[in-house]
T-cell receptor
Framework: DAKTTQPTSMDCAEGRAANLPCNHSTISGNEYVYWYRQIHSQGPQYIIHGLKNNETNEMASLIITEDRKSSTLILPHATLRDTAVYYCIVSANFGNEKLTFGTGTRLTIIP | DAGVIQSPRHEVTEMGQEVTLRCKPISGHDYLFWYRQTMMRGLELLIYFNNNVPIDDSGMPEDRFSAKMPNASFSTLKIQPSEPRDSAVYFC???????????FGSGTRLTVV
């Protein structure tokens, strides 16, 4: 699996958009970008994933640069419940590739 | 759907005792994963199953750890004998595919004294 680099921590004001960056400069052509988050004392929760196109669902948007070496997870209107550790993971979507979690970004939403 | 169900939620045991953690995956999910989380090492994948068959157990720390999946609706992770350094939160997750859409359980917090 390609390695990812994320900031250790970030703050965002409640109601504003939270933009979480992730660098994955060694990503391979067949590797997807996945985002999970873990709210305190809970199991991780799947958010979104993508290959090369931008993706959006009810939780967030994922913007992947054209060279695929970095991506940004966007929470459009952050709430206090979005305070969590956010994990960016890259992995191929076939064979025995499984998800390996790094240290993530601790996002704190400020009231 | 009740989600992934783990039991017990908390377990406190004495060093040397056998510990069994249990997991019921979501019906229809072919993959089951066991993770361990500590402050020092973060989330570590211990083992995963596909259609009840262990596929990758390279993350199992040592022979004291074993995992089974006797059928599609039940899995166990056993530690025998337990040691204080095994204290952690153990998560079970299930999925339809090998690497996205994992649904995690609430975890079992294990304390070995």
């Amino acid at each position: 699996d390609a390695k990812t680099t994320q900031p250790t921590s970030m703050d965002c004001a409640e109601g504003r958009a939270a933009n979480l960056p992730c660098n994955h400069s060694t990503i391979s052509g067949n590797e997807y970008v996945y985002w999970y988050r873990q709210i305190h004392s809970q199991g991780p929760q799947y958010i979104i994933h993508g290959l090369k196109n931008n993706e959006t669902n009810e939780m967030a948007s994922l913007i992947i640069t054209e060279d695929r070496k970095s991506s940004t997870l966007i929470l459009p209107h952050a709430t206090l419940r979005d305070t969590a550790v956010y994990y960016c993971i890259v992995s191929a979507n076939f064979g025995n590739e499984k998800l390996t979690f790094g240290t993530g970004t601790r996002l704190t939403i400020i009231p | 759907d009740a989600g992934v169900i783990q039991s017990p939620r908390h377990e406190v045991t004495e060093m040397g005792q056998e510990v069994t953690l249990r997991c019921k995956p979501i019906s229809g999910h072919d993959y089951l994963f066991w993770y361990r989380q500590t402050m020092m090492r973060g989330l570590e994948l211990l083992i995963y199953f596909n259609n009840n068959v262990p596929i990758d157990d390279s993350g199992m720390p040592e022979d004291r750890f074993s995992a089974k999946m006797p059928n599609a609706s039940f899995s166990t992770l056993k530690i025998q004998p337990s040691e204080p350094r095994d204290s952690a939160v153990y998560f079970c997750a299930s999925s339809r595919t090998v690497n996205y859409g994992y649904t995690f359980g609430s975890g079992t917090r294990l304390t070995v004294v």
